[in-house]
């Protein structure tokens, strides 16, 4: 007798369902693309404002210096880049402990190219339904010719994307004249089809898989959420139980707000990490409610507190000023005012003072004793500028030769400098002294940088 044997295959990985979002229209799908288009007209259009003369928004890794406007930044100038990212952070934390994922719901880069992609695909494939006709029929002309123009559409946009993102790095005037003589370096060529390919894939292609399991934020999210966070909920008190006749909640159990997910969950279970806070469920919701005579709101943003307690708005926005929302704000507020201040303030110059080892201390001329230096001098603004450099902290030093010397607009120049002393009633050592360099003009900005003077 032979025993019948069974093989249990368990696959590791949940396989994805197809979704097909549903397109919606109301007071939060407005916001989506009008987020949508601001975001996109400074992405691709800033590339190409100019600003004295040169582009107004340029990360010049080669050169290493980044414009942004009028501001000219160095390496030097990290700190900036740290505050910057200190304030995003902030605000990331400050917001979602308001009103949940604000920025994946309306800004983020990936939620912003899906639904350009998105648009795209309606436009070419039709809605929902003629979506899902058209990916259960068989290959034929007509599906081979909507698919292709899709994604013709697709990679044009995505390629595009790629080609503006490269032209942060790369004056986008230059690359374009590159790009259209076919002369492209293997650098500028390979971030553009890479950024390209990304935009491509991500939007395109995995869409809700990026948000539910490439992105962190979905996982960390719920320790910046509490019972008194905005977040979509359903009103079960309003809408159970499901379905239409006597008896029955507002909840006609229709499915748009699933329909519309773009990452295909059920608000009515309850919050879930997979919900990016995009409200097309609000939206979609509101417009049934409307057909069917019942009050909006059924699906809302609310919180947990005002959801159990039966809070009015009024209620609810009160409790958005509490000790945790108000200690996000002080501290971001004190980081953007002292970054602010700090930027005003800045001054347009810096030194950087470098002893020449190759002779650190030798005796000239008439018994004196001669250092030598290399002193970086960056000019920072845009208009050339003439510097004087001193030296002080030693008595009788002085610099030998023309204490006079010019920068080009946001450029640097190493310049060789000499310090001498007499060694008499100087003992032999190291010494302090202190360069003192400043512009010549108006302004007269002026820095200075400690060194030291060796006598033997």
């Not at 010719?145 to 490269?166: D, N, Y």
């Not at 491509?200 to 809700?208: D, H, I, Q």
């Not at 309003?238 to 707000?257: L, S, T, W």
Request: proline letters at 4%; one cysteine or more; glycine letters at 10%.
């Amino acid at each position: 007798m032979k025993n019948d044997l069974q093989t249990a295959v368990i696959s590791l990985y949940e396989v994805r369902q197809a979704i097909y979002p549903r397109a919606v229209h109301g007071w939060f799908a407005a916001w989506r693309w009008t987020l949508v288009w601001a975001t996109q007209l400074v992405f691709y259009g800033g590339a190409w404002l100019q600003w004295n003369e040169r582009q107004a928004v340029l990360f010049d890794i080669a050169h290493r210096k980044f414009y942004i406007l009028g501001l000219v930044f160095w390496p030097q100038d990290i700190i900036y880049l740290t505050a910057l990212l200190i304030i995003s952070a902030l605000s990331l934390f400050l917001f979602t402990a308001v009103a949940g994922r604000l920025w994946c719901g309306y800004a983020c880069p990936q939620t912003v190219y899906t639904e350009i992609f998105l648009w795209v695909e309606r436009k070419i494939e039709g809605d929902r339904n003629a979506r899902i006709r058209l990916d259960g029929q068989a290959l034929g002309p007509r599906k081979f010719f909507l698919k292709g123009a899709k994604h013709g559409a697709w990679i044009a946009i995505a390629l595009w994307t790629g080609f503006t993102f490269v032209g942060y790095f790369t004056p986008i005037r230059e690359l374009w004249r590159e790009a259209m003589s076919l002369s492209l370096g293997p650098w500028e060529a390979f971030w553009v089809f890479f950024y390209g390919f990304a935009t491509y894939g991500n939007a395109g292609w995995m869409r809700e898989q990026v948000c539910k399991y490439m992105c962190p934020y979905a996982r960390f999210q719920s320790a910046m959420f509490d019972k008194d966070t905005m977040i979509i909920t359903y009103d079960r008190q309003r809408g159970e139980p499901r379905g239409k006749g006597a008896g029955k909640g507002d909840c006609v159990d229709c499915g748009i707000c699933v329909q519309a997910c773009p990452t295909g969950i059920d608000i009515r279970d309850g919050l879930q990490y997979e919900c990016i806070g995009c409200a097309a469920c609000i939206d979609g919701c509101d417009q049934v409610m409307d057909k069917v005579g019942s009050p909006r709101g059924l699906i809302r943003y609310s919180t947990t507190n005002a959801m159990e307690k039966g809070w009015s708005g009024k209620a609810m926005f009160r409790r958005a000023l509490r000790p945790r929302v108000l200690v996000y704000f002080s501290v971001l507020a004190g980081i953007v005012v002292a970054a602010g201040a700090s930027l005003y303030l800045r001054v347009p110059l810096k030194v950087d003072v470098i002893r020449d080892r190759a002779a650190m201390s030798r005796e000239v001329e008439g018994g004196m004793v001669e250092n030598l230096y290399r002193l970086q001098i960056m000019n920072t603004t845009e208009r050339a500028r003439a510097f004087v450099i001193e030296v002080s902290g030693l008595p009788g030093a002085y610099i030998a030769g023309e204490p006079i010397t010019g920068v080009p607009a946001a450029s640097s120049r190493m310049v060789p400098v000499k310090v001498r002393a007499l060694p008499y009633g100087t003992a032999a050592g190291s010494h302090p002294i202190e360069f003192h360099v400043r512009a010549l003009g108006p302004d007269g900005a002026e820095v200075r940088e400690p060194s030291v003077f060796i006598v033997r």
